[in-house]
């Protein structure tokens, strides 16, 4: 017997189909081991030794596979073809080495590029050893981010408290959207102006724009204000024009290369409005294959790749693909052949393509993410073989009889679409000005104004970064890798270091007071040029150019240095720090110019970076005198409140306590001073500017009773809760519109809500959860896993356990894999419903008899264990 070993369940499945009798294939589901969250799992005082641990789901895994390796003729480690796959192969071997499962074995390494019957044969017929430079680079990058993340997260935590984590290339990521809102925010808008005019020379009106005024050729800014562009306008009207030159030259547009990882999140994140991570979990699933006629094929090649080249039998397929489709005049003389730009990247060289391109989107009738990113791959595959487009662009001269004004007409006409008629790489920023067609203009024409605009402009910030442009800027200036760009922004998001606006990145508060401390005491391990210089290094190893643990001890010895400098300061001495750097965002200017840093309720304090149990806030320097507190800086339009601080809004006639508006952690909330405060978070849609004492006693006074259900005469209460304004009842909550039919909402109304929350409620009195997806039968006993719909947001259940979707991750995007590793996680984590333990069925007591009394003798009590004497 020949054991496969493979990562996935659904890959085993499809392998096994291929191999048939004679071979088990296994999955070890993913990684198997990892680094334990603690300290001295990297021991660099023992040459970077480390210490693995595998957690209860793989020592599952890992039990089934030593067991089926004992007695097999070969082992066969088939994990995927780049460093990850190899490091999981290097893992998987070390556990059958220690479980001495491996003797008498052959240990084989195949790596396929796809999941088809003819690559998976090839490979195995083309085994080899683990490669352990690959192996090493792996170590090395693991040992690094462990190090970086381990050493700078606690410091953290001291001097910035609420502050989550760092990372090696997480904290540089964040550097670069960071850098991008401080490139905004002191951008400097600047007004000019345009003049159009539409134009005649004998035949249809085209667009011309002028270019040169009272003899002067225009520069941007040189129509600054509307004065002169009028001017300017009132010229173009009153000359008389002539056709001067008219210039076409023909151009070729080449297609781009088959999609790479970053290249497929950047088109799918501008075409598909897809996040990284929503990308690369539906190109796995197409890689590891979907049911064709009873048969699981792979429909993609592997997409962790930064390789562009394609093999010689696929360029043959497409090319006659494109000739069938579209004819011959579309297919080149010569197969396309691209080179990679990035060096040693990654190790599976192919670019990500349909392993069948006849297999068209059309016939495939895929579904959701997967038909979608389907057919994007089938057709950037088909579109790198294409003809390239011919294009020719014209260019028009308009000089006025005394040669001080001219106007100039571009436009551009696609004589042979090429690959155009099926792709068109997607752009951040589109320009279409030479994209007009042009009518036929004979040069020498006379040519006269139809109509004149001056229209004014003014110039625009640099864009926020999208994933895309994210993934593109890090990718050029060798930031981390493709393959982690998902998982990396994943966590910026999960650390609540930056938000999604429009789908583009904002740093958060948390995430400018990482940036700035980083900078300000580690500043040469966020630079972006250090992060890619390590990146090279990395590759070196990788390419078996430099020793793994050369490269540990010179990164530790420099970063361990760095580390104990700011280990010496106080806090006090890294607020002020941050206070200088900060300042412009955290202390902006005043429109009276008074000092920003002058506390605005005593005058007489100075405004700081304070910590505290929630994280950083701003305080003043009179504490405990004056309370003076408000966040970093306010999200706009929160209002005269937000900016001042705490403010008094009056008494409450009941208790004569003082009732205070203030801003906290989570946003403004109204307070009522006694000893056991009582508080109430402002609604959405009620401006703090706009609070008084009556609306803060509405606030404080919920949930209110609405009266008494005419039913079983309980009381019914109205009031704000976490998932918004309800009626409640018994027990029973039931939604309301909004926020401010909490303080009016009558009887009868509250009744009839709850009466239709009752009805729409499943068996049992449970709200009957909706289904989201269903994902089939759990391998281990067939019974079915759906993700359903909870009140505490989607979760996965089969049987009895029930296992959340991790957070920020779309609940229908969940593959039965990933429900199956979730739900054994949470098993293992002793989640879910527990088995009952076998006992007998429960009897009525019997009669007491000398049997059954000898036989009920209390337990013994267990003696506490003897302490340890001290060595």
């Known amino acids: 017997m020949n054991l496969v070993i493979v990562e996935s369940p659904a890959k085993a499945k499809t392998i096994n189909k291929y191999l048939g009798p004679g071979f088990t294939v296994l999955a070890s589901y993913g990684h198997v081991r990892d680094l334990p969250s603690k300290d001295g799992s990297v021991r660099p005082d023992e040459d970077f030794a480390m210490s693995w641990e595998v957690d209860a789901k793989g020592a599952k895994h890992l039990s089934a596979i030593a067991e089926a390796a004992k007695g097999a003729e070969k082992i066969i480690l088939a994990t995927d073809p780049d460093r990850e796959g190899e490091a999981i192969s290097w893992h998987v071997l070390e556990v059958l ?93 600047q007004e000019y102006w345009t003049v159009e005019a539409d134009v005649s020379a004998g035949a249809e009106p085209f667009l011309g724009r002028l ?41 070729r547009r080449t297609p781009p290369p088959p999609f790479t990882t970053s290249t497929l999140q950047q088109e799918a994140s501008r075409k598909l409005g897809f996040s990284a991570q929503r990308t690369m979990q539906a190109a796995q699933k197409l890689y590891e294959g979907i049911d064709i006629g009873g048969e699981t094929v792979g429909l993609i090649t592997y997409m962790r790749t930064d390789g562009v080249q394609t ?112 792709y068109e790489e997607g752009r951040d920023d589109a320009d279409d000005e030479d994209s007009a067609r042009l009518p036929i203009i004979r040069e020498g024409a006379d040519a006269r104004v ?122 006090s001495q890294v607020l002020d720090a941050l206070n200088e750097s900060l300042g412009p965002h955290i202390f902006p200017a005043r429109e009276d110019g008074a000092d920003p840093r002058t506390c605005p309720t005593c005058g007489t304090g100075r405004l700081s970076l304070k910590t505290g149990k929630f994280g950083a806030f701003i305080g003043c320097s009179n504490y405990p005198e004056c309370r003076f507190t408000r966040p970093i800086a306010q999200p706009d339009g929160e209002g005269e409140a937000a900016a001042e601080g705490d403010r008094e809004l009056g008494v409450n006639p009941k208790t004569m306590q003082t009732v205070w508006l203030k801003a906290g952690r989570f946003g403004p909330y109204v307070e009522e001073a006694a000893d056991k405060p009582k508080r109430a978070s402002l609604p959405k849609g009620w401006p703090p500017a706009t609070m008084d004492i009556d609306k803060a006693l509405r606030l404080l006074n919920l949930p209110r009773e609405v009266g008494n259900h005419p039913e079983d005469g309980k009381a019914i209460l109205a009031g704000i809760g976490r998932y918004g304004p309800y009626v409640q009842h018994d027990g029973l909550y039931a939604n309301l519109e909004n926020e401010d039919e909490v303080f009016d909402v009558g009887l009868n109304r509250a009744v009839t809500v709850l009466a239709e929350k009752r009805a729409g409620r499943g068996a049992g009195g449970r709200a009957a959860a909706t289904a989201l997806a269903e994902l089939g039968a759990h391998p281990a006993d067939g019974e079915p896993i759906r993700v359903l719909s909870g009140r505490f947001g989607p979760y996965i259940k089969h049987g009895s356990t029930n296992a959340n979707v991790p957070r920020g991750k779309d609940p229908a995007s969940v593959t039965l894999e990933e429900a199956v590793a979730l739900l054994a996680e949470r098993e293992a984590k002793g989640g879910g419903k527990k088995k009952p333990v076998r006992k007998a069925a429960a009897k009525k007591p019997a009669a007491m008899t000398a049997k059954t009394v000898k036989a009920k003798k209390p337990a013994a009590k267990k003696k506490a264990a003897p302490k340890k004497k001290p060595t």
């Open 450 to 571: 139809i109509a004149a605009r001056a229209d004014q402009h003014f110039t625009e910030p640099p864009p926020r970064y999208s994933e895309a442009s994210l993934v593109k800027k890090m990718e050029e200036l060798g930031i981390g890798r493709p393959s982690t760009y998902a998982s990396i922004l994943t966590v910026l998001r999960d650390r609540a270091y930056v938000r999604m606006d429009k789908n583009r990145f904002i740093p958060e508060d948390k995430g400018r007071l990482v940036t700035a401390f980083l900078e300000e005491f580690f500043k040469r391990y966020v630079e972006y040029d250090f992060t890619a210089a390590l990146e090279e290094k990395l590759d070196l190893v990788s390419d078996g150019k430099l020793d793994w643990k050369v490269l540990l001890r010179e990164f530790w010895t420099q970063f361990q240095g760095a580390v104990g400098d700011i280990g010496e300061l106080r806090t």
């Open 211 to 251: 270019v040169k005024h009272e003899g002067k050729r225009l520069t941007k800014f040189d129509l600054g204000n509307e004065e002169t562009a009028a001017a300017a306008k009132a010229a173009v009207q009153a000359a008389t024009f002539k056709v001067t030159s008219v210039e076409k030259k023909p151009a």
């Open 311 to 422: 093999t010689p039998e696929a360029l043959d397929e497409a090319r006659a693909v494109i000739k069938g489709l579209y004819g011959q005049e579309y297919v080149p003389e010569t197969a396309r052949l691209y080179k990679t730009k990035a060096k040693n990247a990654q190790e599976a060289h192919e670019a990500i393509r349909p392993t069948a391109l006849g297999r068209n989107p059309g016939s495939m009738r895929l579904e959701g993410d997967l038909g979608r990113l389907y057919e994007l791959i089938w057709k950037r595959m088909i579109a790198s073989q294409m003809e390239a487009a011919r294009i020719e662009r014209t260019s028009v001269e308009l000089d006025s009889s005394d040669g001080r004004t001219a106007l100039r007409a571009t436009g551009q006409v696609v004589l042979f679409p090429g690959y155009l008629s099926v």
């Open 97 to 189: 080495n220690r479980k001495k499962a491996t003797k008498g074995a052959e240990i084989q390494r195949v790596t396929f590029n796809a999941i088809t019957k003819s690559s998976v044969l090839e490979a195995m017929a083309n085994p080899r050893q683990i490669d352990m430079e690959l192996v090493d680079a792996y170590l090395a990058r693991r040992a690094l981010d462990y190090l970086v993340g381990f050493t700078l997260s606690p410091v953290l935590w001291r001097k910035l408290p609420g502050s989550r984590s760092a990372g090696r290339v997480q904290s540089v990521s964040l550097r670069l959207i960071v850098d991008r809102e401080i490139e905004i925010e002191r951008f400097k808008t």
